[in-house]
T-cell receptor, first 114, second 115 residues
Framework: AQSVTQLDSHVSVSEGTPVLLRCNYSSSYSPSLFWYVQHPNKGLQLLLKYTSAATLVKGINGFEAEFKKSETSFHLTKPSAHMSDAAEYFCVVRGSGTASKLTFGTGTRLQVTL | ETGVTQTPRHLVMGMTNKKSLKCEQH?????MYWYKQSAKKPLELMFVYSLEERVENNSVPSRFSPECPNSSHLFLHLHTLQPEDSALYLC??????????????FGPGTRLTVL
């Protein structure tokens, strides 16, 4: 079985300040982990993914995430928020036992203020 | 932006109507997926097709009927829906169904409202 918990349903930051979106996972197998972003009225776009290579993963638009097995976490960070980062962010886990089945978190809405 | 397109983008239908959602991927992928996204709930996987064969059906009511005529096209036929079926329906594709590391690419979704 696998699950993912996004610890914050809503995060608000000021433009130019760091972003931290938290995600904890549970998986019986070595997981693949993903972060997707969804802008209003758009589909989901892949930000980055971890697939058992380097634990620090760099994605698009300056985002990165670190896989920490001991903490079962895969938090998403960005050094400096931009207004265009305002969107919904989904942490996703996929265990090797059920090949293509993705388990999605409930999402974190990021608000960026001036 | 994305190689997965969905039509229509918005759909309003009555409970007795029959309609279809269409998805097309231009990425040469072999696997296609239907998801339901409801407010305040995680995405729910509905159906998976691999090489035009249905490989997963996650306890979806029979009023939703998928069809995959070829690896580039996926349909979701709708009939006698309920108001609680109102949601954003997302289509996705990936290179292979069986690959753990493959990324799924999503379309923009169809916003369905059932009156």
């Amino acid at each position: 079985a696998q699950s993912v918990t996004q610890l914050d349903s809503h995060v608000s930051v000021s433009e130019g300040t760091p972003v931290l979106l938290r995600c904890n996972y549970s998986s019986s197998y070595s997981p693949s982990l993903f972060w997707y972003v969804q802008h209003p009225n758009k589909g989901l776009q892949l930000l980055l993914k971890y697939t058992s290579a380097a634990t620090l993963v760099k994605g698009i638009n300056g985002f990165e995430a670190e896989f920490k097995k001991s903490e079962t976490s895969f938090h998403l960070t960005k050094p400096s928020a931009h207004m265009s980062d305002a969107a919904e962010y989904f942490c996703v886990v996929r265990g090797s036992g059920t090949a293509s089945k993705l388990t999605f978190g409930t999402g974190t809405r990021l608000q960026v203020t001036l | 932006e994305t190689g997965v397109t969905q039509t229509p983008r918005h759909l309003v239908m009555g409970m007795t109507n029959k309609k279809s959602l269409k998805c097309e991927q231009h990425l040469g992928h072999n696997a296609m997926y239907w998801y339901k996204q409801s407010a305040k709930k995680p995405l729910e996987l509905m159906f998976v097709y691999s090489l035009e064969e249905r490989v997963e059906n996650n306890s979806v009511p029979s009023r939703f009927s998928p069809e995959c005529p070829n690896s580039s096209h996926l349909f979701l036929h709708l009939h006698t829906l309920q108001p609680e079926d109102s949601a954003l329906y997302l289509c996705a594709s990936s290179p292979e169904y069986s690959s753990v590391t493959d990324t799924q690419y999503f379309g923009p979704g169809t916003r369905l409202t059932v009156l």
